[in-house]
Protein backbone atom coordinates (compact mmCIF):
# COMPACT_ATOMS: atom_id res chain seq x y z
CA UNK A 1 0.00 0.00 0.00
CA UNK A 2 1.52 3.54 -0.73
CA UNK A 3 2.27 6.01 1.80
CA UNK A 4 0.23 8.73 0.19
CA UNK A 5 -3.20 7.85 -1.24
CA UNK A 6 -5.23 9.97 -3.29
CA UNK A 7 -7.87 12.47 -1.41
CA UNK A 8 -11.04 11.15 -3.13
CA UNK A 9 -13.85 13.50 -4.05
CA UNK A 10 -17.18 13.38 -2.41
CA UNK A 11 -19.65 11.68 -5.08
CA UNK A 12 -23.25 12.24 -2.99
CA UNK A 13 -23.80 13.65 0.57
CA UNK A 14 -26.48 12.27 3.43
CA UNK A 15 -28.79 13.85 5.66
CA UNK A 16 -30.21 11.58 8.75
CA UNK A 17 -33.42 13.06 10.04
CA UNK A 18 -32.69 11.70 13.66
CA UNK A 19 -36.12 12.02 15.12
CA UNK A 20 -36.98 9.43 12.21
CA UNK A 21 -34.01 6.72 12.89
CA UNK A 22 -34.70 3.96 15.17
CA UNK A 23 -30.83 3.43 15.36
CA UNK A 24 -31.38 -0.33 13.86
CA UNK A 25 -27.85 0.25 12.01
CA UNK A 26 -28.87 -1.31 8.42
CA UNK A 27 -27.50 1.73 6.76
CA UNK A 28 -24.71 1.38 8.68
CA UNK A 29 -24.03 -2.05 7.72
CA UNK A 30 -24.91 -1.05 3.80
CA UNK A 31 -22.59 1.55 3.31
CA UNK A 32 -20.20 0.39 0.90
CA UNK A 33 -17.38 3.06 1.48
CA UNK A 34 -18.28 2.54 5.56
CA UNK A 35 -19.13 6.89 5.73
CA UNK A 36 -21.78 6.43 8.75
CA UNK A 37 -21.85 4.96 12.55
CA UNK A 38 -24.67 4.97 14.89
CA UNK A 39 -24.31 7.80 17.20
CA UNK A 40 -23.72 7.66 21.00
CA UNK A 41 -26.03 10.20 21.31
CA UNK A 42 -30.20 8.98 22.33
CA UNK A 43 -32.91 11.11 20.24
CA UNK A 44 -35.87 11.90 22.08
CA UNK A 45 -37.23 8.18 21.51
CA UNK A 46 -34.13 6.68 22.83
CA UNK A 47 -32.66 5.33 19.99
CA UNK A 48 -28.91 5.88 19.05
CA UNK A 49 -29.49 7.41 15.24
CA UNK A 50 -27.29 6.86 12.18
CA UNK A 51 -24.96 9.57 11.47
CA UNK A 52 -23.23 10.50 8.65
CA UNK A 53 -19.10 10.97 9.28
CA UNK A 54 -19.26 14.07 6.79
CA UNK A 55 -16.87 12.74 4.01
CA UNK A 56 -16.26 9.68 1.53
CA UNK A 57 -19.64 9.23 0.23
CA UNK A 58 -20.10 7.96 -3.31
CA UNK A 59 -23.74 8.59 -3.13
CA UNK A 60 -24.71 5.51 -4.37
CA UNK A 61 -27.74 5.46 -2.16
CA UNK A 62 -27.42 1.87 -0.85
CA UNK A 63 -27.85 3.03 2.75
CA UNK A 64 -31.14 4.52 2.23
CA UNK A 65 -32.48 1.58 0.15
CA UNK A 66 -31.49 -0.29 3.35
CA UNK A 67 -33.16 1.68 5.41
CA UNK A 68 -36.81 0.83 6.91
CA UNK A 69 -37.82 3.99 8.29
CA UNK A 70 -38.91 6.06 5.25
CA UNK A 71 -38.18 9.41 5.56
CA UNK A 72 -35.23 9.01 7.86
CA UNK A 73 -32.26 9.30 5.16
CA UNK A 74 -31.98 11.73 2.33
CA UNK A 75 -29.05 10.71 -0.11
CA UNK A 76 -28.03 13.67 -2.37
CA UNK A 77 -25.63 12.63 -5.61
CA UNK A 78 -23.37 15.91 -5.82
CA UNK A 79 -22.34 16.76 -9.70
CA UNK A 80 -18.69 16.08 -10.68
CA UNK A 81 -16.00 19.21 -9.83
CA UNK A 82 -15.26 20.78 -12.75
CA UNK A 83 -11.91 20.34 -14.43
CA UNK A 84 -9.47 22.66 -15.15
CA UNK A 85 -8.23 22.74 -18.47
CA UNK A 86 -5.29 24.70 -20.03
CA UNK A 87 -5.93 27.30 -22.20
CA UNK A 88 -5.58 25.88 -26.48
CA UNK A 89 -2.15 26.03 -28.22
CA UNK A 90 -0.97 29.34 -30.00
CA UNK A 91 0.49 29.31 -32.94
CA UNK A 92 2.80 31.58 -33.56
CA UNK A 93 3.23 30.63 -37.82
Known sequence: MK???KEKVDRGRIEVLDEEC???????D??????????ER???HGYHPALY???G????????YA?????????FT???PVKATAPPAVSLA
Do not use: D, R, Y
Open 3 to 5: AEQ
Open 78 to 80: LPP
Open 30 to 39: ACPPHVMKLS
Open 53 to 55: LGH
Open 57 to 64: CTGCGICF
Open 22 to 28: KGCGLCV
Open 67 to 75: CPEPGALTV
Open 42 to 44: FNT
